[in-house]
């Protein structure tokens, strides 16, 4: 070979060598991973949030506790990122941790579905559809424990399929090993059992004659999984060290948010608050309906359809063990999901994003398949290279249409309205009130990690267990003998049933808890011997026709009330209505019926309109309160006589 053939010979080994490094699969998941986890770093709110965002970027700046079921791993590893990570403020710092664990799982989703498909370009369409998916995005883009169980869900996706190609013990133990780091983190992990004793069916299924051999081999992989459940100790260990344990109101009213004891750890441990919230009802099914819309929102109709056909792809060639795989993770988390009703019950969604981008890979891969065998365009990579172009526009049209929406780079309103109000001049001391819990918690992170105003104190319904804390009202009922100035953060309609609020210059509404006053006109009805009117007025607009006004009554309940009653109120002359109020339950619900306590004096309003055409005159007022299920009712009463003036 002569010199110069040499010379051209050397560069083309060299390109070939680094061609196949870049193409190999760990370098492609690596570059999809940095791809993916650039964008969310882009993309990431920029300081603190409100709700499980808020609280956790303040629990995990002090390994303090969270709400249940704790979440161990996450606020240990997050709080060592926190003050570790140079740049940002704490909150930032973890938004970007969620940041970090969506791109690992970018990349190690893009493992696992080459691993099924052996196709590099399925899978890594695929992968980028998950990366991009609005609800995956969103939740990379803010501190919350979905993106580190979804790097779960997919590593040991991908530890599964290692072992079931290759059974060796390495691949076992890890496997062990990650699930029960996963369970440290998410209790949503036991939803992928059924999945993989699927996926592993037909090997438990070679030991059905040798239970006693298969609980042998099974016990070392089982103690392995236990091992890391020791993280639950940071319960314990951690809930003495958390100043908002307990809330020292007064030194009479203390409110014990996580009890330091066997019951209080176990309490959170196991999220027995929200074992209630577990049923199959109506909204079950509303949940079932919506769920073709949601997952035509995450992928379009189009890579919808061919996830759905990549199901088919896998018992098509037979892969029956992955397909099982994808059914039945796809069954546990939907059904779960319409089964938890909570409120941010999406998020619970995101494995079976997961399940349904690994079909993808599979229906995008059989496709490829049958173009490079069929007989037009065997031997030719273009055709090949336009069906994959084609479908990267799945992922693309992902990143263009939801970016602007997506992008949360500059959305600092949360702190900017949180840095207003803690410099008004609020009296020291001062509690404030919501009847939402999301709120409140960035003025925790304020206080415990910027140490902002820590003389007040943020409530909200439901903050601690017991029926002091259920709603607004029995929490300002809680507090009211500590004298502390208490103020609400917005208008909130069930306060007006109970006390004098008034806004204030900062925004905020004083809550006054002395007695009410009585109002102008008395009245002594009585509905069915439960509930007493003792008086009405007119607070605002005219009596005249064609005019509105809007008329305030209280009740005083002379029992408890075993109904949610909804409330009528009618101008009728002998008998016959002439105007009607708006019927509406008090308070807008947060304070209804069945909560109020006998003898304590509440407030309701109506909102009247009188016909033009009405005469003037004296006209009966008349109330009703009834049971929208059954019609049961309480009254109608006659209230009093009101004068419609010409």
Not at 11 to 24: G, K, L, M, Q, S
Not at 31 to 56: F, H, M
Not at 497 to 523: C, D, F, R
Not at 592 to 606: C, G, N
Request: proline residues 7%; aromatic residues 14%; hydrophobic residues 50%.
């Amino acid at each position: 070979m002569s010199a110069d053939s040499l010379s051209l010979a050397r560069p083309n080994a060299r390109w070939t060598r680094v061609r196949e490094f870049v193409t190999r699969p760990a370098s492609l998941a690596v570059c999809i991973a940095l791809a993916a986890l650039l964008l969310y770093w882009r993309t990431a709110y920029p300081s603190v949030l409100p709700g499980d965002a808020g609280e956790l970027q303040f629990a995990a700046w002090g390994f303090w506790l969270a709400h249940p079921t704790g979440y161990p791993l996450y606020l240990t590893l997050g709080g060592i990122w926190q003050h570790l990570l140079p740049f940002g403020d704490p909150a930032y710092r973890l938004n970007l941790f969620s940041a970090l664990w969506s791109g690992l799982a970018i990349g190690v989703a893009f493992l696992a579905f080459f691993q099924v498909t052996r196709a590099r370009g399925a899978a890594a369409i695929a992968a980028l559809t998950l990366a991009v998916s609005p609800l995956l995005w969103a939740q990379a883009t803010r501190a919350e424990v979905y993106a580190l169980n979804t790097f779960f869900v997919a590593l040991l996706t991908l530890l599964g399929l290692m072992w079931r190609a290759q059974p060796q013990r390495k691949y076992a133990f890890a496997f062990a090993l990650v699930f029960g780091l996963a369970l440290t983190h998410h209790r949503m992990t036991l939803l992928l059992i059924p999945a993989f004793a699927a996926l592993f069916a037909e090997s438990v299924w070679n030991f059905r004659a040798q239970p006693l051999e298969f609980l042998k081999r099974a016990l070392p992989y089982l103690g392995v999984a236990a091992i890391p459940l020791l993280l639950y100790l940071y319960i314990p260990l951690r809930a003495g060290a958390t100043p908002y344990a307990t809330l020292d109101i007064s030194p009479a009213a203390p409110i014990v948010i996580f009890e330091n004891s066997p019951r209080g750890w176990l309490n959170v441990i196991l999220g027995s608050d929200f074992a209630s919230e577990v049923a199959w009802n109506e909204a079950s099914v509303a949940a079932l309906r919506a769920l073709p819309t949601q997952w035509v929102y995450q992928f379009n109709w189009f890579g919808a359809l061919v996830a759905v056909c990549g199901i088919g792809a896998l018992l098509w060639r037979r892969k029956f063990a992955v397909a099982a795989f994808v059914i039945y993770g796809l069954s546990a988390f939907i059904l779960f999901a319409g089964l938890y009703h909570i409120g941010d019950i999406e998020d619970y969604y995101t494995p079976a994003y997961f399940f349904a981008c690994l079909a993808l890979a599979e229906g995008i891969a059989l496709l490829v398949q049958l173009l490079r065998t069929h007989p037009f365009t065997r031997g030719s990579t273009l055709p090949v290279i336009a069906l994959l172009g084609f479908f990267a526009l799945l992922p693309l049209q992902n990143l263009f249409n939801n970016f602007v929406y997506q992008n949360q780079r500059l959305h600092a309103e949360t702190r900017v309205r949180w840095e207003n109000l803690l410099k008004t001049d609020l009296p020291p001391n001062a509690i404030l009130i919501s009847n939402d819990r999301d709120e409140m918690t960035p003025l925790y992170y304020l206080q415990y990690v910027e140490n902002k105003r820590p003389d007040w104190r943020g409530l909200f319904p439901k903050i601690a267990a017991g029926a002091q804390y259920d709603n607004v009202i029995a929490l300002v009922n809680r507090v009211a003998a500590s004298e502390r100035p208490i103020y609400a953060l917005k208008p909130i309609p069930a306060l007006f049933m109970k006390y004098i609020v008034a806004e204030t210059k900062t925004g905020l509404w004083k809550i006054h808890t002395q007695p009410l006053p009585p109002l102008s006109n008395v009245s002594d009805a009585t509905l069915d011997d439960a509930l007493r009117v003792r008086g009405w007025e007119v607070i605002d607009g005219e009596t005249r026709p064609g005019d509105s006004f809007t008329l305030r009554l209280q009740y005083e309940p002379l029992r408890a009330l075993t109904r949610d009653y909804k409330f009528s109120l009618q101008l009728q002359r002998e008998g016959v209505k002439v105007a009607q109020g708006d019927d509406h339950l008090p308070g807008e619900g947060e304070y209804p019926p069945t909560r109020w306590r006998a003898r304590e004096i509440l407030q309701d309003e109506f909102l009247v309109r009188l016909d033009p055409a009405l005469e003037p005159g004296a006209y009966q007022l008349t109330l009703t309160a009834y049971d929208e299920a059954d019609g049961s009712a309480l009254g109608p009463v006659e209230i009093g006589t009101l004068r419609v003036e010409e």
